[in-house]
Every structure is written in C-alpha cells, then in structure tokens.
C-alpha cells in the first residue's frame, strides 16, 4: 500500500534536469528520514539520497554534486533535484520515508537500505536519452 506519492519524472537529454517529488500526506507515522532510491532494470534497488528531519543530507557517490535532495516540512514533502543526467541514471526512482534514524548508525543519519523504510511511493521514471 502506497503511502507517498512522486511525481516530476520524464524523458531528457543527457546533461538535463528533472525534479522529483514526494508527498507524505497518506504517511501516518511521524517521519524521521526521507529517501529516494532508483531501480534500474536487471538492478537491485539502490539509495541515492537521504535527507533527515534535521536537514542533514547524504548521498550515493555516483550522484554527490549532481543532485540535491531538500524537504518542505511544513507540507510534509521531499524533493529530488537532478542535474547532469547521463543515461546511468535511467531508473524507477521511489521516495520512501521512516520514522526512525539509521539502525545501529550515527553518521550517516538515515540509512541507504530498503528493509529501513516502512512507507513507499508507486515510482517515477527517468529516462535519459545519450
């Protein structure tokens, strides 16, 4: 059961831009860390970016200066900016939220695994055309 909602995904160029974004309004849980992960076909489900109720933000390698993860949480949403696209991008990308910091984990503050998260989005797609 889909408790967020994303939205902003599409086809681009290489070198494009997109923003993705997720909206917690159905999420019944106080939310802690909020994420977004990518599948990309034949691929497991990888955490891009993660952004906590304090702001800290961490992020995959392969997008760190590329994308900025940010929150309004007076809407309870998140969002995704994505800069530079290559087609190494192209993926179904998810927003999830959690209502707990990173199991066993002091830095970074919200994990990159899946089996963390308790609320899902339907997906977004990104293509990236070469």
């Known amino acids: 059961q889909e408790q967020l909602v994303e939205s902003g995904g599409g086809s681009v160029q290489a070198g494009g831009s997109l923003r993705l974004s997720c909206a917690a309004s159905?999420?019944?849980?106080?939310?802690?860390?909020m994420g977004w992960f990518r599948q990309a076909p034949g691929k497991v489900r990888e955490g891009v970016a993660t952004?906590?109720?304090?702001?800290?933000?961490n992020y995959t390698n392969s997008v760190k200066g590329r994308f900025t993860i940010s929150k309004d949480a007076a809407k309870n949403n998140w969002y995704l900016e994505m800069n530079s696209l290559s087609p190494e991008d192209t993926a179904m990308y998810y927003c999830?939220?959690?209502?707990?910091?990173?199991?066993?984990?002091?830095?970074?503050?919200?994990?990159?695994?899946?089996?963390?998260?308790?609320?899902w989005g339907q997906g977004t797609q990104v293509t990236v055309s070469s």
């Open positions: 999830a939220a959690s209502s707990h910091p990173a199991l066993g984990s002091i830095e970074p503050r919200c994990s990159d695994k899946q089996y963390e998260y308790n609320g």
């Open positions: 159905r999420y019944t849980n106080s939310v802690y860390c």
């Open positions: 952004i906590d109720i304090d702001g800290y933000t």
